[in-house]
């Protein structure tokens, strides 16, 4: 039995966790909720993100991210507003909500309506929002998950590029993209979906070394032995789409060739050692 929650601050809105939280990273806010926050008041008239008046902040699980709360005119009727986040907040809500993601997912598939999704694949799960007004900040607290079918397999195809290709095409996003991949310890190898046409990364982490290398299948060419560092303990690769697979081994060169000038190598190539350097993007694809 779920009990309710004695933490709450700020005025709540507990949402029923639907597609709307994974498709575009956002979610409507009800006409009552904007009142309840008096959010009218403050972003009636922000209709872009990039308008410096639009930033909010929201925290989950402890940690803090981007967000932001634009409106829509509607005609006669009260603009709605909608609730932005980074798209890194966007996936810790897939983990968390795994079975609601799924069926986001089925349901576009199947082009059935939320209504009938939910009666055929009936469960619930539920987000909490809470604002305050005075910080400009959404808090938001899982507070109730249903548990998945099979846990460890729907957490690993969340990253899977084969499922990120799925939810593009889904989504109509049709450029092309290159689809990344976090380091992975190398036990986890054989679980990877859809790693083909892949530029990957290899780590020895007890002997300080790095391998850059491509594939047309990750798997098979793991499974082969790497002279050059047989002993690696992590792996990372890129997808990318297949209108690069000709180009695949001259993007692999020039990686190689772009780490050589930042590590000492096998060639001499002079290189300008990076240890103790941090990245100054501030963006990163995830």
Not at 65 to 81: E, F, M
Request: aromatic share 14%.
């Amino acid at each position: 039995m779920k009990l309710e929650r004695s933490d709450v601050e700020f005025p709540l809105w507990r949402k029923k966790v639907d597609k709307s939280l994974f498709e575009h990273n956002g979610t409507t806010i009800p006409a009552w909720a904007c009142r309840m926050w008096g959010l009218i008041e403050t972003f009636g008239v922000v209709s872009s993100k990039k308008d410096a008046r639009a930033k909010v902040i929201v925290t989950y699980d402890g940690k803090t991210y981007d967000g932001w709360v634009t409106t829509a005119k509607h005609g006669r009727r009260s603009p709605a507003l909608r609730l932005w986040y980074d798209e890194t907040l966007s996936l810790r809500l897939k983990y968390t909500f795994l079975m609601s993601y799924m069926r986001s997912l089925e349901q576009r598939l199947k082009g059935e309506s939320d209504i009938d999704i939910e009666k055929n694949i009936p469960f619930w799960e539920f987000l909490d929002i809470e604002y305050d007004r005075e910080s400009r900040r959404f808090y938001f607290v899982a507070y109730y998950r249903q548990e998945p079918s099979f846990p460890h397999l729907f957490d690993r195809l969340i990253e899977s590029p084969g499922l990120k290709k799925v939810a593009d095409e889904l989504e109509g996003k049709t450029a092309r993209r290159i689809y990344k991949q976090d380091w992975k310890p190398r036990g986890q190898l054989p679980f990877e979906i859809g790693a083909t046409n892949v530029l990957y990364f290899l780590l020895d982490s007890q002997r300080h070394l790095i391998y850059v290398g491509e594939a047309k299948d990750l798997l098979s060419r793991l499974n082969q032995p790497h002279s050059s560092i047989p002993h690696w303990d992590y792996f990372r690769y890129n997808v990318l789409p297949d209108q690069l697979a000709t180009f695949r081994v001259a993007l692999e060169r020039m990686l190689i060739r772009d780490l050589a000038g930042l590590f000492r190598n096998k060639k001499d190539v002079n290189n300008i050692p990076v240890d103790g350097f941090q990245l100054a993007n501030d963006k990163i694809d995830r």
